[in-house]
């Protein structure tokens, strides 16, 4: 079964939590620079990038071909995007 798990994301609020990780299914973030994949889904994104790739790559895999299957995000995230954040939490 394809599945992926989003691990971190552009830097925000959601990085200041107090409560136990939780991996909470159908929430989707744009986690190019940290996500789990396996080797069904890896089948299933390069499947759909012969005709379904019309997007930039964030939303391809996490809103087009991510949403079809298992998918969670994990809370807290463990890393953040460097590239947009402004500064550290």
Same mark, same amino acid.
């Given at each position: 079964t394809?599945?992926i ?5 552009? @830097?925000s609020?959601?990085?200041? !939590?107090?409560q136990?990780? #939780? &991996?909470?299914?159908?929430?989707? /973030?744009?986690?190019n ?13 390069l499947?759909?990038?012969?005709? @379904?790739?019309?997007?930039?790559? !964030?939303?391809?895999?996490h #809103? &087009?071909v991510?949403?079809?299957h /298992?998918?969670f ?6 890393s953040?995007?460097?590239?947009f954040?402004m500064s550290?939490?």
């Amino acid at each position: 079964t394809p599945c992926i798990v989003r691990c971190g994301w552009q @830097l925000s609020a959601t990085y200041v !939590d107090d409560q136990p990780p #939780e &991996l909470a299914e159908g929430v989707v /973030r744009m986690a190019n620079h940290c996500s789990l994949v396996n080797r069904a889904m890896a089948r299933e994104l390069l499947a759909a990038s012969e005709d @379904l790739l019309d997007a930039t790559s !964030d939303v391809f895999a996490h #809103e &087009l071909v991510a949403t079809r299957h /298992r998918n969670f995000t994990m809370f807290p995230p463990i890393s953040y995007d460097l590239s947009f954040a402004m500064s550290a939490p």
